[in-house]
């Protein structure tokens, strides 16, 4: 969580159109994912009858990265992160019908919570209000991160989580291919240490280690683990750029998170 959690500093620092700098964190990080797999000798074959799921889950995962990254260009680190976390809820209320267990009236209830906490995050619900925008991004962010990794889940026991990804990093790189014919790709030549950093640290690193998690524990379960990380990363946010996030952020971002504890108290008993 620590090292996905350096996503918000650099999606906000890096100075490129987002839809560069992801396509350029997928051609990274799969690059030194491939030599990771070959490191380890891990195969490439995948089922006829995974394929699809690890296609949505690449795809899923590129609409994640690029819904996110435009909310902290549009908003600051902690909105960004923030409005990520009601992935963890997301994820509760809808592990029931993707995944066929049991459902649980009490995520309802931390919904709510999540709702109300998003409503602190943003007082005025304006279209012309960039915060505004920047949550509802993050949102739908949250959406399909939650779908990737519901879709992943049952896939990570039969593969390893660093092949996975390399597959997901391989989908989005052609997916985004087109941008770098139609899209200013310049400002690599002086972003390049950073975008390294995310396509290694946040994602290779970060990623990869959170797939493995998903051995161990439900998938609602690691989302309620990760809610450390928008902490770690409104944190990283005020050391490298300086940005405090005023009282009403602190009060809905409490209340986001309090969700995500309450359910890990729960799920613990």
């Given at each position: 969580?620590?090292?996905?959690?350096?996503?918000?500093?650099?999606?906000?620092?890096?100075?490129?159109?987002?839809?560069?700098?992801?396509?350029?964190?997928?051609?990274?990080?799969?690059?030194?994912?491939?030599?990771?797999?070959?490191?380890?000798?891990?195969?490439?074959?995948?089922?006829?009858?995974d394929r699809w799921a690890i296609l949505?889950?690449?795809?899923?995962?590129?609409?994640?990265?690029?819904?996110?990254?435009?909310?902290?260009?549009?908003?600051?680190?902690?909105?960004?992160?923030?409005?990520?976390?009601?992935?963890?809820?997301?994820?509760?209320?809808?592990?029931?019908?993707?995944?066929?267990?049991?459902?649980?009236?009490?995520?309802?209830?931390?919904?709510?919570?999540?709702?109300?906490?998003?409503?602190?995050?943003?007082?005025?619900?304006?279209?012309?209000?960039?915060?505004?925008?920047?949550?509802?991004?993050?949102?739908?962010?949250?959406?399909?991160?939650?779908?990737?990794?519901?879709?992943?889940?049952?896939?990570?026991?039969?593969?390893?989580?660093?092949?996975?990804?390399?597959?997901?990093?391989?989908?989005?790189?052609?997916?985004?291919?087109?941008?770098?014919?139609?899209?200013?790709?310049?400002?690599?030549?002086?972003?390049?240490?950073?975008?390294?950093?995310?396509?290694?640290?946040?994602?290779?690193?970060?990623?990869?280690?959170?797939?493995?998690?998903?051995?161990?524990?439900?998938?609602?379960?690691?989302?309620?683990?990760?809610?450390?990380?928008?902490?770690?990363?409104?944190?990283?946010?005020?050391?490298?750029?300086?940005?405090?996030?005023?009282?009403?952020?602190?009060?809905?971002?409490?209340?986001?998170?309090?969700?995500?504890?309450?359910?890990?108290?729960?799920?613990y008993r």
């Amino acid at each position: 969580m620590l090292f996905i959690s350096t996503s918000g500093v650099l999606g906000r620092y890096i100075d490129m159109p987002v839809p560069v700098t992801i396509i350029f964190r997928a051609l990274l990080a799969g690059f030194f994912l491939w030599l990771f797999c070959k490191w380890k000798k891990l195969s490439f074959k995948i089922a006829s009858t995974d394929r699809w799921a690890i296609l949505w889950g690449g795809i899923f995962m590129g609409l994640h990265w690029i819904t996110y990254f435009y909310a902290l260009k549009m908003s600051n680190v902690a909105i960004g992160m923030l409005s990520l976390f009601t992935y963890p809820v997301i994820t509760a209320l809808l592990e029931p019908i993707v995944l066929r267990t049991k459902f649980q009236k009490m995520h309802f209830i931390l919904g709510g919570l999540v709702l109300l906490g998003i409503y602190f995050l943003v007082p005025d619900f304006s279209l012309e209000n960039s915060y505004a925008k920047a949550v509802g991004l993050g949102v739908l962010s949250a959406l399909c991160y939650a779908l990737r990794n519901l879709i992943t889940k049952n896939k990570v026991n039969t593969y390893h989580g660093s092949m996975i990804m390399w597959y997901q990093m391989i989908i989005i790189s052609v997916l985004l291919l087109p941008v770098l014919f139609i899209m200013d790709t310049s400002g690599i030549a002086t972003q390049w240490p950073w975008a390294v950093m995310l396509a290694v640290v946040t994602t290779a690193i970060g990623h990869t280690l959170f797939l493995f998690s998903l051995k161990r524990f439900s998938t609602t379960t690691a989302s309620i683990i990760s809610s450390v990380q928008p902490v770690y990363g409104i944190i990283i946010g005020m050391l490298f750029l300086g940005e405090i996030p005023i009282p009403a952020t602190i009060i809905g971002g409490m209340l986001i998170i309090a969700s995500v504890v309450i359910e890990s108290i729960r799920t613990y008993r």
